[in-house]
């Protein structure tokens, strides 16, 4: 038996995309990690070992998941969509004389059909519960980097209003608040209204702040922080991560309708070769951790949820393999809340800048010169709306406006450049829609229908 013990946190986001663009983008982009990434990932929850991992989920993931009308659409676009565009690829294979690359294709169309009958057997809302009955954590409103939020109001609109909806659709589950920074975007001043909010543990990213800490750290005025451990992260996210091995299904080479039907060596794809790869990294991987903490110490590997399946395709098979081995190998995986209390913390510094897991690990990738523009006008955006509350002209409307404006995906994607115009172009739109609510508070019904339905303008008064 390790002496050391491990945190698996898995954390699940998708910005509101209801009614917002087309394929790759809009509602397609919630569907595809819903049939690749969630509807699988509950096989791996509820099976063996699937307790010990620590799932968080973003109330505005919640919100679409659970909006009326979401479910229909869903299944059609597995069945009616999916479907029949891996037929048509696998009939263009066959044809232009690649019969093998032909069956992969047909192949990997079952994964639609096999995750649409998953998702009819849960019914109407049934993912959004389920996934919930696992998420012991939740995170902001709308993932909004809490740092770069002008006020303490604001920051109190993100937490209240995704909080109580997590509450909400938990029900006698409960939270136990632990709670995701967005981006795990951490700055001291912050700590007051986290434990204001019931905020009692989240993570930080402080490799290049205290270099090699891995004990969780006491605030004297809010939650514990319990620091990430990047190396063990990076041997699944990074360039030459557990991902870039030969056998694995290679994400970036694609059909004419966008199915990756080819390894990462340029071989037709092979599912049970790439899932013998999968194990053998799940040994390394439980392997390196025994020895990173055989001092006793505490390791928390955390990954966005959307790599496993969607991104990395065995991902799933990985992390069910992972848990398989920990439970041979002698290695205590426990759910965050309960791994981080089971280790002495050590006092927090009190001089910790800003950092998150970006790059650099700095709010950097949020606020620097390549969105500056947005950065700002996100802040004056909210100092508006604030000012308009006090006087008592902000409606729901301009409240929901303000918060899909402050979700971190549309400065992350811009300075990554991975979605072309979509993100400064959402960012536009929802400004624009925030200063016709403000000017004309009351007038319409939101258009946002399914986003935050427990925001209230009374939120950004209530101190």
């Known amino acids: ?3 050391g013990r491990l945190a698996i946190v898995l954390h699940s986001h998708m910005p509101y995309v209801e009614g917002f663009g087309t394929w790759p983008f809009g509602e397609e982009w919630l569907f595809e990690a819903a049939a690749t990434v969630y509807a699988p990932l509950l096989k791996v929850l509820d099976g063996p070992g699937g307790e010990r991992v620590t799932l968080s989920v973003t109330p505005v993931l919640a919100d679409q998941l ?33 019969p093998a690359l032909g069956d992969e294709v047909e192949r990997a169309g079952q994964d639609y059909a096999d995750a649409a009958d998953a998702l009819e057997a849960l019914g109407d809302g049934g993912l959004a519960r389920a996934l919930l009955r696992h998420a012991a954590w939740t995170s902001s409103a709308t993932h909004a980097v809490l740092p770069l939020v002008a006020t303490d109001a604001g920051v109190r609109l993100q937490l209240r209003a995704g909080i109580e909806a997590h509450r909400a659709r938990r029900g006698d589950l409960g939270w136990g608040g632990g709670f995701w920074l967005p981006e795990c975007a951490h700055a001291p001043w912050l700590h007051p209204l986290l434990e204001e909010a019931g905020v009692h543990a989240t993570c930080v990213d402080l490799t290049d702040v205290l270099p090699g800490h891995r004990t969780p750290l006491a605030t004297s005025d809010g939650p514990l922080l319990v620091p990430l451990d990047r190396a063990t992260i990076e041997l699944v996210w990074s360039p030459g991560g557990y991902p870039a091995a030969a056998a694995y299904r290679d994400s970036h080479r694609r059909t004419t309708h966008h199915h990756n039907p080819w390894a990462n060596d340029g071989a037709v794809y092979d599912r049970d070769r790439a899932r013998e790869q999968a194990a053998a990294d799940a040994r390394d991987f439980v392997q390196r951790v025994q020895q990173r903490t055989d001092d006793g110490s505490l390791s928390v590997c955390a990954l966005d949820t959307e790599l496993l399946g969607h991104h990395w395709y065995e991902g799933l098979d990985w992390l069910s393999a992972v848990l398989q081995e920990s ?6 995986i426990l759910p965050l809340d309960a791994a981080a209390h ?35 006008s996100t802040r004056d955006a909210e100092l508006r709306t604030l000012t308009a509350a006090l006087a008592g002209t902000v409606d729901h409307r301009a409240v929901r406006e303000l918060l899909a404006l402050q979700s971190s995906d549309w400065a992350f994607l811009a300075t990554r450049d991975i979605s072309g115009p979509y993100p400064l172009e959402r960012a536009t739109a929802h400004l624009a829609a925030l200063d016709a609510a403000l000017a004309s508070p009351g007038s319409t019904e939101p258009e946002l229908r399914a986003l935050a339905p427990f925001a209230d303008p009374a939120m950004l008064l209530v101190p």
């Open 1 to 3: 038996m390790s002496e």
């Open 66 to 98: 659970g909006a009326v009308g979401v479910h229909e659409r869903l299944l059609s676009f597995l069945r009616d969509l999916r479907v029949t565009t891996h037929a048509l690829d696998a009939e263009g294979c066959r044809t232009t004389g690649e």
């Open 327 to 332: 439970e041979r190998a002698g290695l205590e």
């Open 342 to 376: 089971a280790v002495a913390p050590a006092k927090a510094p009190d001089d910790l800048p800003p950092t998150s897991w970006g790059e650099p690990r700095t709010l950097w990738t949020w606020d620097g010169p390549q969105v500056a523009d947005l950065a700002f």
